[in-house]
Nanobody, 124 residues
Framework: QVQLVESGGGLVQAGDSLRLSCVAS????????MGWFRQAPGKEREFVAT????????DYADSVKGRFTISRNSAKNTVYLQMNSLKPEDTAVYSC?????????????????WGQGTQVTVSS
C-alpha cells in the first residue's frame, strides 16, 4: 500500500519558519517528481513547489518564490518544504504528491499519489 505522510505543520506567527516533511512508504519514488500543493478554506487546491527526480530542477508558485525551498532525500524516500517568512495568506492544508514522471510539473493532474495533508496556520 502506497502512502505519503506529511508532518511538520502547526500554528506560527507571521515571519516564522516551518519545515514540512513527506515520507513515502510502500514503494520508492526516487525516479519520480514530487510536489507540494496547498488548499485554503473555500479555495481550490493550488501548486506550491515541485522538484524533479534528480533534484536538478525546481519550480515554485510566484507567491512563495524566495521564501519556500523544496528538497528531497531519495535515500529516505522523503521530500521537504522549508517555509520561511511565513505570511497569514500561507495558511492552508499542505499536501505532498508524487508525479507520474521524472520531471517537475505544476500540473495537478500529473500527480498520481497524494498525502492527507498537514495544517499550517499563520497568525498575524
Amino acid at each position: 500500500q502506497v502512502q505519503l505522510v506529511e508532518s511538520g505543520g502547526g500554528l506560527v506567527q507571521a515571519g516564522d519558519s516551518l519545515r514540512l516533511s513527506c515520507v513515502a512508504s510502500g514503494r520508492t519514488f526516487s525516479n519520480h517528481a514530487m510536489g507540494w500543493f496547498r488548499q485554503a478554506p473555500g479555495k481550490e487546491r493550488e501548486f506550491v513547489a515541485t522538484i524533479s527526480w534528480s533534484s536538478d530542477f525546481t519550480d515554485y508558485a510566484d507567491s512563495v518564490k524566495g521564501r519556500f525551498t523544496i528538497s528531497r532525500n531519495s535515500a529516505k524516500n522523503t521530500v521537504y518544504l522549508q517555509m520561511n517568512s511565513l505570511k497569514p495568506e500561507d495558511t492552508a492544508v499542505y499536501s505532498c504528491a508524487a508525479g507520474s514522471g521524472r520531471f517537475g510539473t505544476t500540473i495537478i493532474n500529473e500527480y498520481v499519489y497524494w498525502g492527507q495533508g498537514t495544517q499550517v496556520t499563520v497568525s498575524s
